[in-house]
């Protein structure tokens, strides 16, 4: 196709403006509006048919430190199947394992995972390392590293991660 003809120079410079004119329209940085959060981290753990144990067993001042919307925290949220082994613990004795999963102080998310996670409820520090592209949480009470399946939604008040 040759463009001989006045016709066909002036369609195809109409063209290149419109794609110019779009090129240039879409390239432009759009302001991106996060909803904030309207649910608690204890309102993802009773709420998260997964926590159903940890949800139990939390205590009556653990369950406000979740719900409290000026708590500031991260919760390394162990699943059901994870805890099936633990039937023999106690009420108490549950609980003081829970501590060894709420961070107190940082509310993180799944990029600041690989840098340093702060202590724990019990004073120990929690290691990550990542294998193959997954991030493991080491430390705490457990030298077996868990996997972390996932990061539910931010909450008002903190990050809750599930763990295996």
Avoid: W
């Amino acid at each position: 196709m040759t463009l001989a003809t006045p016709f066909a120079r002036v369609c195809l410079l109409r063209l290149m403006f419109v794609v110019t004119a779009l090129l240039v329209a879409c390239s432009e940085q759009t302001p991106v509006i996060i909803p904030e959060p309207d649910v608690s981290a204890a309102d993802v753990v009773s709420q998260n048919r997964q926590l159903s144990e940890l949800d139990r067993s939390l205590s009556s001042e653990q369950r406000q430190t979740l719900a409290s919307p000026t708590s500031e925290l991260t919760l390394f949220a162990p699943i059901d199947a994870a805890v099936e082994d633990v039937d023999t613990l106690s009420r108490a004795q549950m609980s003081r394992v829970i501590d060894y999963h709420m961070v107190l102080g940082q509310q993180l998310n799944t990029r600041d995972l690989r840098d340093k996670v702060g202590e724990t409820l019990t004073g120990t520090s929690i290691n990550v390392l990542e294998q193959d592209g997954i991030l493991m949480l080491q430390g705490a009470g457990n030298d077996e590293p868990v996997k972390v399946i996932s990061q539910e939604p931010t909450t008002t008040n903190g990050s809750v991660f599930l763990i295996d």
